[in-house]
């Protein structure tokens, strides 16, 4: 699938402006996995009945300054879809990443935009655009902070190979209020069980305290499942196409939907 060309100078001219940017003022304290493989994934997007709604894609690359960007779209055909890109540094010895700039732009059902956020993690600020693409308001971030709104399927790579429990970090959220809210992940119990799955499943949602015990039951659910194998590559997730917009799942082409676990 071809991202429509008024997409393609977003996510291109986000990263071609930060790169250009200036010297470092902050610094992510997130870092995530160097991904497996660099190239195109084709993908195709569901409702929650396995009804094919339309498409979707993950773009990965590595760029000529030893940085590595990504794209992503997901899309309802002549429909809602959501754009995200960032931009990320090479860290240690150069098998981890670091964010350097996320940002995230949705369009609703008639297609028309509904603004966009953007994390520079570099300038150490958080800001969110309204529709007609005039900044609506700013933050800064927690320092060393964990916001990590792009390729979460990196992030998670620990807990598929079963080497940490749970994994914190943090989501930006422009609606009700600018804000980044604490997540937390973990590996389904499910997911363990020998011979019986062939996809492993990470579940996350906000950190709430005391309040996680009853939160499930008025939250998205919100899922990512990865091969059974090595090297556990991402295989699906489930998640609102925006704030408040419709929940659908992403699959990758060539993967039965019925191998999905929601219930």
């Known amino acids: 699938m071809h991202i429509p060309s008024r997409r393609r100078f977003l996510s291109w001219g986000l990263l071609l402006a930060v790169a ?18 660099f190239g195109e994934i084709s993908a195709t997007t569901y409702d929650t009945q396995r009804v094919k709604v339309g498409e979707a894609l993950l773009r990965i690359e590595h760029l000529e300054d030893g940085n590595v960007s990504v794209v992503t779209e997901t899309s309802i055909t002549d429909g809602a879809s959501t754009l995200m890109t960032a931009l990320f540094a090479p860290v240690g010895e150069g098998r981890d990443l670091r964010p350097l700039y996320q940002a995230s732009r949705s369009f609703d059902e008639e297609r028309q935009p509904l603004g ?51 994994i914190d970090f943090q989501l930006f959220f422009c609606g009700l209020g600018m804000r980044v809210v604490d997540f937390e992940a973990v590996l389904t119990p499910e997911s363990r069980r020998d011979g019986d799955h062939h996809l492993l499943e990470v579940r996350y949602g906000p950190d709430l305290g005391l309040a996680n015990l009853i939160a499930p039951a008025f939250l998205p659910r919100l899922s990512f499942w990865f091969g059974a194998e090595a090297p556990h590559r991402w295989m699906a997730h489930r998640l609102p196409l925006y704030g408040r917009g419709p929940e659908v799942f992403v699959v990758r082409d060539g993967m039965p939907t019925g191998w999905l676990d929601d219930e």
């Open 116 to 166: 966009m956020l953007e994390i520079d993690h570099r300038e150490g600020v958080a800001r969110c655009h309204k529709p007609d693409g005039t900044q609506s308001g700013e933050i800064s971030l927690p320092e060393n902070d964990q916001v990590a709104n792009v390729t979460l399927n990196l992030l998670f790579a620990p807990l598929v190979r079963k080497e940490r429990e749970t």
């Open 20 to 37: 250009a940017s200036g010297a470092a003022k902050a610094e992510s304290g997130l870092r995530l996995e160097w991904p497996e493989a």
